[in-house]
């Protein structure tokens, strides 16, 4: 499995941004995508997920604000960011989980200024 993510960026506080993970390569079986997040001296920590039935499940941080969603027709999955935070800031990583083995995409990049 490959992902590829895009849609980083900086943005002043209140503000949204849209992150997209593209999937390619053996993307049967893949049980969920999502995206973790890790800010400087921080560990990575989950973001939010959705399964292949649909179910999504959001960290407490980010509920009411983010939404997970997914394309299964461009194996690609989005997460919306409104209402971005300074502390939002982090690099953002899309995983996918195939079966029990996990593959993570390239980070990208979100700056939230306040």
């Known amino acids: 499995v490959q992902l590829q993510a895009s849609g980083g960026g900086s943005v002043q506080a209140g503000g949204s941004l849209r992150l997209s993970c593209a999937a390619s390569?053996?993307?049967?079986?893949?049980?969920?995508m999502g995206w973790h997040r890790q800010a400087p001296g921080k560990q990575r920590e989950l973001v939010a997920f959705i399964t292949s039935d649909g179910s999504t499940n959001y960290a407490d941080s980010v509920k009411g604000r983010f939404t997970i969603s997914r394309d299964n027709a461009k194996n690609t999955v989005y997460l919306q960011m409104n209402s971005l935070e300074p502390e939002d800031t982090a690099v953002y990583y899309c995983?996918?989980?195939?079966?029990?083995?996990?593959?993570w995409g390239q980070g990208t990049q979100v700056t939230v200024s306040s």
């Open positions: 995983l996918a989980l195939r079966v029990f083995t996990p593959y």
């Open positions: 390569g053996i993307i049967f079986n893949i049980n969920r």
